[in-house]
C-alpha cells in the first residue's frame, strides 16, 4: 500500500490556518497556496538523485552535487490544482507541465474528464500531481489512471486537505502512488465536500461561486 506523508511544518501549519478562514480572500488564498506548495515541493522532491559534478569556487576547486537522472512533469487536475503549478515551478523552474481536466458532477459527485495534454515524453519522468483537495478521491483515480494509461510508472499525488475516504480509495485504486498532503481531515459531508476543510478550492482561488 501507498504511504501518506504529512507535511505539518509549523508554516505549513499557519498558512493552512489563514487559508480555512472564510475571511480570506482570492488574493491571499493564492498567494498562501503558492507559498504552501513551494514548502511542500521540499519533501515530495526529497529523492530526486545526484550526481558528482566538478567545479570551482572562486576559492578552489571542490566536487558538488546537481540533480540529474528522471525528469521532473506537474500536472495539475483543473482547475484547482492549477493553484499549486507555481510553488514548484519557483522550486524546478525545469519542469514541464502538464493538465487534465476534470470536474465532479454535482449529483453523481463522480468525475467528468473535458481535456488532457501532457509532454510527449511523460513517461519517462517523475511525475507530480497537484490537486489542493482529496475529497472522494475519483478525480485524482481517473487522473492516475490517464498517466499510467500513457506510460507513467513513477507518480505522487500532492493535494493540500484530505478526506480519510479520498485517501483510501486512491491507495487501493493506486498502491504503488505516494500521497503528500498538508492535513487529514475529519470527513466528507452529504456534498461529498470535506469537513471542516476550506470550501471549494477551485471558486476561492479563482473568486468565482
Do not use: W
Amino acid at each position: 500500500m501507498s504511504a501518506v506523508h504529512v507535511i505539518d511544518h509549523p508554516l505549513v501549519r499557519h498558512k493552512l490556518s489563514i487559508m480555512r478562514s472564510k475571511e480570506t480572500g482570492s488574493k491571499d488564498f493564492r498567494q498562501l497556496l503558492r507559498e504552501i506548495s513551494l514548502l511542500m515541493g521540499y519533501e515530495i522532491t526529497r529523492d530526486l538523485p545526484l550526481s558528482d559534478v566538478a567545479i570551482e569556487t572562486p576559492v578552489s576547486p571542490m566536487t558538488a552535487q546537481r540533480v540529474v537522472g528522471r525528469k521532473l512533469a506537474i500536472v495539475p487536475i483543473l482547475r484547482a490544482g492549477l493553484g499549486m503549478v507555481d510553488g514548484l515551478l519557483d522550486l524546478v523552474p525545469v519542469a514541464k507541465v502538464g493538465h487534465i481536466g476534470l470536474y465532479r458532477d454535482e449529483n453523481t459527485h463522480k468525475p467528468v474528464v473535458y481535456y488532457c495534454k501532457l509532454p510527449e515524453d511523460i513517461q519517462e519522468r517523475q511525475v507530480i500531481v497537484t490537486d489542493p483537495m482529496l475529497a472522494t478521491g475519483g478525480s485524482s483515480c481517473d487522473a492516475l489512471d490517464m498517466l499510467k494509461e500513457r506510460g507513467c510508472t513513477n507518480i505522487k499525488l500532492m493535494c493540500l486537505v484530505a478526506a480519510p475516504e479520498g485517501i483510501a480509495k486512491v491507495q487501493e485504486a493506486h498502491p504503488d502512488v505516494d500521497i503528500f498532503v498538508a492535513a487529514i481531515d475529519e470527513r466528507l459531508n452529504g456534498d461529498a465536500y470535506i469537513v471542516p476543510g476550506l470550501g471549494d478550492a477551485g471558486d476561492r482561488i479563482f473568486g468565482t461561486k
